[in-house]
């Protein structure tokens, strides 16, 4: 089993969808969690960014991790094209330099 | 005023050659990354540095090598290409190397190998 699974898609919505974007992870250590956004042949960027369990927003983005079932959901309202791309999850554990990520899930928004 | 730059962009080139990439950060940070983007586009790190001292390597092959020359520099070389070395390579920085904190990435290097 990997450390963290995502299903990398591809997810087609129509503009103005709510999209849920979501991963799984097996390592209890894990802390700190990331979705980092990656436009077509550019390098990733980061998103959002939380350590604790519970709901975090910003914007049209809420992220959310749930420490308990090892499991992370990225939820995007009001979706626009520009926010087709690749989107992965990350996280660390505490203390570590090493930054995991899932496999990434492309998402389309359709005008 | 690119924060993370790489070089070059796009790389092709025979098995068996040798090639280096190039990458410079101009944020000022201290920690360097090389992450490998395979097809699937799974993004897994490969090393990382500290002002120029290596603190991951990951199982990479012996072929890949790493060089720092200062903090704000650091560099690929590649030994003896194979086919499944085709990737993107990206480049990232970050302020202490600190697994938390956001990593500044280069746009990639687009490597394939025939």
Same mark, same amino acid.
């Given at each position: 089993?990997?450390?963290?699974?995502?299903?990398?898609?591809?997810?087609?919505?129509?503009?103005?969808?709510?999209?849920?974007?979501?991963?799984?992870?097996?390592?209890?250590?894990?802390?700190?969690?990331?979705?980092?956004?990656?436009?077509?042949?550019?390098?990733? *960027?980061?998103?959002?960014?939380?350590?604790?369990?519970?709901?975090?927003?910003?914007?049209?983005?809420?992220?959310?991790?749930?420490? @308990?079932?090892?499991?992370?959901?990225?939820?995007?309202?009001?979706?626009?094209?520009?926010?087709?791309?690749?989107?992965?999850?990350?996280?660390?554990?505490?203390? @570590? *330099?090493?930054?995991?990520?899932?496999?990434?899930?492309?998402?389309?928004?359709?005008? | 005023?690119?924060?993370? %730059?790489?070089? /070059?962009?796009?790389?092709?080139?025979? !098995?068996?050659?040798?090639?280096? #990439?190039?990458?410079?950060?101009?944020?000022?940070? =201290? $920690? !360097?990354?090389?992450?490998?983007? =395979?097809?699937? &586009?799974?993004?897994?790190? !490969?090393? %990382?540095?500290?002002?120029?001292?290596? #603190?991951?390597?990951?199982?990479?092959?012996?072929?890949?090598?790493? &060089?720092? /020359?200062? &903090?704000?520099?650091?560099?690929?070389? #590649?030994? %003896?290409?194979?086919?499944?070395?085709?990737?993107?390579?990206?480049?990232? %920085?970050?302020?202490?190397?600190?697994?938390?904190? $956001?990593?500044?990435?280069?746009?990639?290097?687009?490597?394939?190998?025939?």
């Amino acid at each position: 089993q990997k450390e963290v699974e995502q299903d990398p898609g591809p997810l087609s919505v129509p503009e103005g969808a709510i999209v849920s974007l979501n991963c799984t992870y097996s390592n209890s250590a894990f802390q700190y969690f990331m979705w980092y956004r990656q436009y077509s042949r550019k390098g990733p *960027e980061l998103l959002m960014y939380t350590y604790s369990s519970g709901n975090k927003e910003d914007g049209r983005f809420t992220a959310q991790v749930d420490k @308990s079932s090892k499991y992370i959901s990225l939820f995007i309202r009001d979706s626009q094209p520009s926010d087709s791309a690749t989107y992965l999850c990350a996280m660390v554990v505490g203390g @570590s *330099e090493k930054l995991v990520f899932g496999k990434g899930t492309k998402l389309t928004v359709n005008p | 005023d690119t924060a993370v %730059s790489q070089t /070059p962009k796009y790389l092709v080139t025979q !098995m068996g050659n040798d090639k280096s #990439i190039k990458c410079e950060q101009n944020l000022g940070h =201290d $920690t !360097m990354y090389w992450y490998k983007q =395979d097809s699937k &586009k799974f993004l897994k790190i !490969m090393f %990382s540095y500290n002002n120029k001292e290596l #603190i991951i390597n990951e199982t990479v092959p012996n072929r890949f090598s790493p &060089k720092s /020359p200062d &903090k704000a520099h650091l560099n690929l070389h #590649i030994n %003896s290409l194979e086919l499944g070395d085709s990737a993107v390579y990206f480049c990232a %920085s970050s302020p202490l190397g600190r697994g938390e904190e $956001t990593q500044y990435f280069g746009p990639g290097t687009r490597l394939l190998v025939l």
